[in-house]
């Protein structure tokens, strides 16, 4: 069992040190980051919950901002349709991480921020909080992390070329800096446009890379992204066969093709195939068919 796994499992099951002690919050939000890593949402939530209204009793503006920008993270990574609250309580992590001068929150709210406004396709937007996120960022994982979330907003109004320069730039950031989760994650963005774009050598080769850096770390979630995309990108010829021959097999219900609109194997300029029309059965007033 990992240590996420561990400090996940004891939450709720060990007193703690006095609600209104600092300490208790740091608890909270420790205990609710590692929930989180263990796949434990509920608890998780729970805790970071706790952890900012502990904060706030406390007074203590610093710790309020990480506990909310961490809840605001949650709500939008970990739970379907909780996009507008995550993005209130990421708003409020903003200003009092301004008011507190905890820079590096109020990075991680501004890219939270960010990433909420691409999944809305919202992409101006998204442009203007992650531009703002990279002006402030201070650190080579701070920056591949917005660059990650650029490059995914720049694949999905399809400027392929910006995607690319982007996504790369974050992938070896993230290796620079030793964080495999968003090397991994940024690279299975690189295979999506790839795959996007129908350049499926160059989408398994990414794909594969990220599984890859999967299997090296306890990372979660990533490998069924990697691997469903993957699958995707492998070469449809055998489908597309089988449907070719299908279409050419018949014009319409009940008719008989008379000649292909393709060469033989779907390729121009073979000679046309003939086939014998089929004899269709004849009904009568009553009803019934007769061969």
């Not at 609250?85 to 990421?90: D, F, S």
């Not at 008011?99 to 960010?114: C, D, F, I, K, P």
Request: aromatic share 2%.
């Amino acid at each position: 069992m990992t240590d996420s796994l561990r400090e996940a499992a004891l939450v709720g099951t060990q007193p703690g040190p006095p609600l209104s002690s600092r300490a208790a919050a740091v608890s909270q939000l420790r205990a609710g980051r590692a929930a989180l890593v263990a796949g434990a949402v509920d608890a998780g939530i729970l805790c970071l919950r706790q952890a900012a209204a502990v904060a706030v009793q406390c007074k203590d503006k610093t710790l309020l901002a990480r506990a909310l920008a961490a809840l605001g993270g949650a709500l939008v990574h970990a739970i379907r349709g909780h996009d507008e609250e995550g993005a209130i309580i990421l708003n409020e992590a903003l200003l009092i991480a301004d008011q507190a001068g905890e820079r590096a929150t109020a990075v991680l709210a501004m890219r939270e921020l960010g990433f909420i406004e691409v999944q809305a396709g919202r992409r101006g937007t998204a442009d203007e909080w992650l531009s703002k996120a990279q002006a402030v960022a201070e650190t080579e994982s701070q920056q591949a992390a917005i660059l990650g979330v650029r490059g995914m907003n720049s694949s999905d109004r399809s400027d392929y070329a910006l995607a690319f320069e982007q996504l790369r730039e974050s992938v070896e950031l993230a290796a620079r800096c030793g964080d495999r989760r968003q090397q991994a994650w940024s690279l299975s963005l690189v295979g999506r446009a790839h795959l996007l774009r129908s350049e499926h050598s160059q989408a398994a080769a990414a794909l594969a890379e990220t599984l890859d850096l999967v299997r090296q770390g306890t990372l979660d979630r990533l490998p069924a992204l990697a691997a469903g995309a993957r699958r995707r990108a492998r070469p449809v010829r055998r489908e597309a066969r089988h449907g070719l021959r299908r279409f050419r097999g018949s014009v319409g219900p009940g008719l008989p093709a008379r000649r292909s609109l393709l060469g033989r194997h779907g390729r121009p300029g073979s000679r046309p195939t003939e086939r014998p029309a089929r004899r269709l059965p004849r009904r009568d007033e009553s009803g019934s068919t007769s061969p």
